[in-house]
């Protein structure tokens, strides 16, 4: 059981969405955080069929409850599973005044099916796998970074088998019983290459070919990583951008690193090499990701780089922020040579490289960073 930074405050009355990967633990902090609230758990066969069948039995049951259990919002868990419920909920919050609490693991068949999302009456919340503030001093790289962060796989002592369940069973229930793609086979080989090109410039074509289908088809299955927020593209930054910049192609990131390693069958042995690097760096977008949630201040995450190959990991904002990840213990000024550029052409107010290097120092505008220091700066505000 772990203290979870989000910090979900509804006023009496007011709703909300909390959208989460499977297993990241909404269920768990939404029963602890609210225990007096009605909860509707859809991954229950028998429920989800009952409403499915019957979406305005939800109306009848809230206009039953006493008056008192409408001072918790009502919690329906799996909301995507029934879109028709939200006219409901919509008709109740106008006429009852009951706040609810709707989760999820993805908002693509809403968002597809143009269904009714409360025209702007419920707040939007995201809760993510654990992070390094929430384990604090039980933080551990190389098991973050092998196991992933999702509480239960953190947590084991040899999760393969977890992970690789877990790859399965949002294969089976979140792609192929929602019906999300007719070509599960198809869908399966992208999602291996997709591990391969973790952290990496994505290349439709090359993706394309190796899965057997279109270009088109391959940007739609990454739509839909991204819609059962499985992963995120991170777009290239664009101010001021040169011919020799690239901005079109994005760069890919699954929303958890010990699920991409499953995936590309990785295993990060020890705090060195180029694995380890890609990996470090996929965490620092992980927690960049949700300290830009959690803290509401919702700064772009983006990437520069160049078709000569130089490239910053990370430009926080409009190009305040400027973040390069060196898995390496000793930082030289070749290693610097990126920022330096990007600093020239953006003049960013801060600029990092998070390494293993224990003691901070400055080199020209760039601050040297451990990675652990550099993650307590994020979470204290001062890095963006």
């Known amino acids: 059981m772990y203290k979870r930074y989000l910090e979900l405050n509804l006023p009496k009355g007011k709703s909300c969405f909390l959208w989460g990967p499977r297993q990241t633990g909404k269920t768990t902090y939404l029963k602890r955080r609210f225990p007096e609230s009605v909860y509707y758990d859809f991954l229950k066969r028998d429920l989800h069929i009952e409403f499915l069948k019957e979406p305005n039995r939800l109306r009848g049951e809230i206009a039953a409850l006493p008056e008192g259990r409408l001072e918790s919002p009502i919690i329906l868990d799996e909301i995507q599973k029934i879109p028709e419920l939200l006219d409901e909920i919509h008709w109740i919050i106008e006429n009852i005044g009951a706040g609810f609490i709707l989760s999820g693991s993805s908002a693509r068949k809403l968002r597809r099916g143009h269904v009714n999302l409360l025209g702007g009456r419920a707040w939007r919340f995201n809760l993510f796998p654990l992070t390094s503030e929430e384990l604090g001093g039980d933080f551990d790289l190389l098991r973050a970074l092998n196991n992933g962060l999702i509480p239960v796989h953190y947590g084991e002592d040899d999760p393969g088998r977890s992970l690789k369940a877990y790859v399965l069973d949002y294969l089976k229930e979140e792609i192929f019983d929602e019906g999300l793609t007719r070509n599960l086979a198809a869908f399966s080989r992208f999602l291996d290459i997709a591990g391969y090109s973790n952290a990496s410039l994505v ?25 059962t927020l499985v992963g995120t593209l991170v777009e290239p930054f664009q101010k001021r951008a040169g011919r020799a910049i690239i901005r079109k192609t994005p760069k890919f990131y699954f929303f958890d690193t010990g699920v991409a390693n499953q995936i590309s069958k990785t295993i990060i042995q020890e705090p060195k090499g180029e694995l380890f690097g890609r990996s470090l760096e996929h965490l620092t977008h992980m927690e960049l990701a949700a300290y830009a949630s959690y803290s509401e201040k919702d700064f772009d995450i983006t990437f520069w780089r160049t078709k000569y190959g130089q490239e910053v990991d990370f430009v926080l904002g409009d190009g305040e922020v400027a973040i390069e990840v060196k898995g390496k213990k000793r930082i030289s000024n070749s290693d610097l040579k990126h920022l330096k550029l990007f600093d020239e052409l953006h003049a960013p107010k801060k600029s990092f490289l998070v390494s293993l290097e224990e003691r901070e120092r400055r080199c020209g505008n760039s601050t040297v960073l451990n990675w652990r220091i550099f993650l307590k700066k994020l979470w204290n505000g001062k890095i963006i």
């Not at 940007?219 to 991204?226: G, M, T, V």
């Open 203 to 227: 290349n439709y074509t090359n993706i394309a070919r190796e899965c057997g289908v279109d270009a088109k088809t391959v940007r739609e299955y990454f739509q839909i990583l991204q819609d």
